[in-house]
Structure formats: C-alpha cells, structure tokens
C-alpha cells in the first residue's frame, strides 16, 4: 500500500477520577493520535507517553516533535510500498522514542489489515475472543479510602487488583485488603519506587500472597532485581525495564524476574510486543498486558495483544468507564461476566472513531503530506 498523509491530532480527555501514583496525580490525559491514510484505507495509533517525562524519558509534545521532524521523513523512504513490518526498519535510525514509533507503526498496521480485512487479534495470533480484566487502583488519601475503592471495583466484577505502592504506602495497605477480602486476586506495582535497600520491607509483603510485585527497583537495575528476587517469596515482574525482546531475555537469564509485563507503546510497538511475548513463552515466563490510560484506540489494541497464549495472568484490560467520564471516540469497551472484556473482531483494531466526538476534544491538528 501507499502512505499518502499522516494526522497528528492532540486531545484532552478527563479522567473519572484522579490517578495517584509515585510519579504524581492525573487528571487528564493530553494524548496524541496519529492517523495513517494510505491508498485503501485509514488506520489509528495512539500514543501513550504522559504530558511529562515522569514514566519514561518520553512526553507527548516530545512524540509529536519526533513524529513530524523525524520520523516521517525516514518512513516516507518506504512510503509507496508500505507495510507495518518496513515501520521499525525504517525508523531505526532514530534512537530510543519508542512510544512515537509504536504510534506511528500502530497507525500503519491498522491501515494495512483495514485493507485485507484482518482483525489485529487474528494477525497477532491471538487464541481467545475474551480475556480476563484487571484494574490499577493508585495510591489513596487514606486506608479506609482505598478499600472503599477495592470494594467498588470487586462489586463491579473485576477479578484481580493491582494497588499502587511506594515507601511509606505499601504493607499496612496491602495488609488492609487482603484481610478485607480474602483471597482475591492481588498484586502490587511500585514503578521503580524502591531501592535494593530496602528489601526487608519488601519481604514483609511475602505474607500476603500476592501474584508479583512489579517493577520495585530502577529500570537499569537488573542485577538489583536479580538480588531482591533471590530475596523474596513473591515473585518479581518487570515493567519499566523490558523495553525489547532483547531486554527480556537478558532479565530472564540474569533470574531478574519471573513476571514480564508487556506494554507495546514501551517496547517500540505491537510487532515487538509480539516478539516479548515469544521469548517469554520460550523461557517458561507468563505474561500480561499492561495499560498506561489509553482510550478506546490504545485499548482495543491490547486486548487483541492480551488474546496471545502466553498472557496467562489478568491485565489492565480495564472497561473504558474504568478511566474515562466520556470516553466516546470508539465504542466502549465493558467489563462482562466474568470480569472479562471482549476481544474486538472487526477489521485492524476492530473499532470506530467517532468524528464528531473526536472533534470536539480536539485541541490541535497537523497534517502531514508523505512524498517520497
């Protein structure tokens, strides 16, 4: 197929609810869309960096820079034969600026399978039409408060929690809800809060049974992580730190950890996502999907990625109403019997934007010829 043009368009949507985490309070997310228009068909990527390099070194107006300034020129090398695969080969010139990549790719594959028909579930070679749903709860004002939010997520239906953490926010909460209740499905996520100092506190959460800890120690540290997992019972997943297929085969050698959460706009895009989730399954190492607030785009995308065989452990596939007040710019996603949400079975990601919505959250539009 034929790139023609490339739309980088730049939202503003209103979370439901403040999100704590040990980066600091949301509110809105300011996301940037890239639309891909080729010769047969139109397709959407999303990109997942923050308003601020808090997470990552990325940050959408950064993303938007490197799209326009940098990207696009080295892609509209490949522009008049143009297939999702050609993306990453062509941009890699470029160092790091995975989230912008994974965009821009994203736009393009949906493009591409549009084209042929092909629901990105089936081109990614998922095995089944529903996957288990998780929610991410932050770090609440106090213990009571948190466990007023637990209940209301389990009532909803949700099979597994993940709560938040950071030093000074960590045992007593996790202990509150486990003892509140029972046996549900829990694990803890400290993005990166923690340093191998402070593995006797870690310990203390052993008691609690949780599925993993995700990402405790900085994302370069991966002997550090191979020290604390040798350290605790709980087992350690690693987030900030695979940031490639490579990566994860390196923290799985060096015993680093036992989890991998895969987040494609990390790891350079959905094709990479793939190749994570292969080396894992190689070496006997389960995984999950991750989710980092994406709308309806972003979402129906990780679903068709958690639908591959080795995602064995529940995702932040969370229901659109989880995050968003008007999440309108597809279909909305909703959390069904039993905490499962539906993998999307149409063409690309499976969804329709909505146009008028879609402008009327707008706050900028660029549009970009691609000629070779």
Not at 43 to 52: I, L, M, Q
Not at 179 to 196: I, M, P
Not at 238 to 257: K, M, T
Request: glycine share 10%; hydrophobic share 45%.
């Amino acid at each position: 197929m034929k790139l023609q043009e490339i739309e980088l368009r730049r939202i503003r949507l209103p979370l439901v609810a403040p999100f704590r985490t040990s980066f600091g309070v949301e509110h809105e997310r300011d996301i940037l869309l890239v639309k891909a228009t080729t010769d047969a068909a139109e397709g959407w990527g999303e990109c997942v960096a923050g308003s601020e390099p808090l997470y990552s070194s990325e940050h959408a107006d950064g993303a938007h820079q490197v799209i326009r300034d940098h990207l696009l020129p080295r892609l509209a090398g490949v522009a008049e034969d143009l297939t999702a695969a050609r993306v990453a080969p062509a941009l890699a010139g470029v160092k790091g600026h995975a989230m912008a990549k994974a965009a821009l790719e994203l736009a393009v594959l949906d493009a591409e399978l549009r084209e042929h028909g092909m629901p990105l579930a089936s081109y990614l070679g998922a095995v089944r039409d529903q996957v288990p749903a998780g929610v991410s709860v932050g770090i609440a004002g106090s213990v009571p408060e948190l466990l007023d939010t637990v209940g209301g997520y389990l009532a909803d239906g949700y099979p597994r929690i993940k709560l938040k953490i950071e030093p000074g926010w960590d045992v007593e909460p996790v202990r509150a809800v486990r003892e509140r209740f029972g046996d549900v499905l829990l694990q803890v996520d400290a993005n990166a809060a923690y340093t191998l100092a402070d593995a006797p506190t870690l310990a203390r959460l052993d008691p609690f049974d949780l599925l993993l800890i995700e990402q405790p120690l900085p994302e370069d540290d991966l002997r550090g992580h191979a020290a604390l997992a040798r350290k605790l019972r709980t087992p350690v997943c690693l987030d900030e730190s695979i940031i490639s297929a490579r990566a994860a085969a390196d923290a799985i050698a060096l015993g680093a950890c036992a989890i991998v959460n895969v987040k494609a706009g990390r790891v350079g895009g959905f094709l990479e996502a793939r190749r994570v989730h292969d080396v894992c399954v190689a070496n006997g190492v389960p995984v999950w999907c991750g989710g980092m607030l994406e709308t309806g785009i972003g979402r129906a995308a990780n679903l068709a990625l958690a639908a591959l065989p080795g995602f064995t452990l529940p995702g932040d596939t969370s229901a659109s109403a989880r995050y968003w007040r008007r999440e309108l710019i597809t279909e909305p996603f909703v959390l069904e019997p039993p905490g499962v949400v539906s993998v999307p079975v149409g063409p690309g990601l499976g969804v329709t934007v909505d146009p008028e919505f879609l402008e009327e959250i707008t706050v900028s539009v660029e549009r970009r010829r691609v000629d070779r």
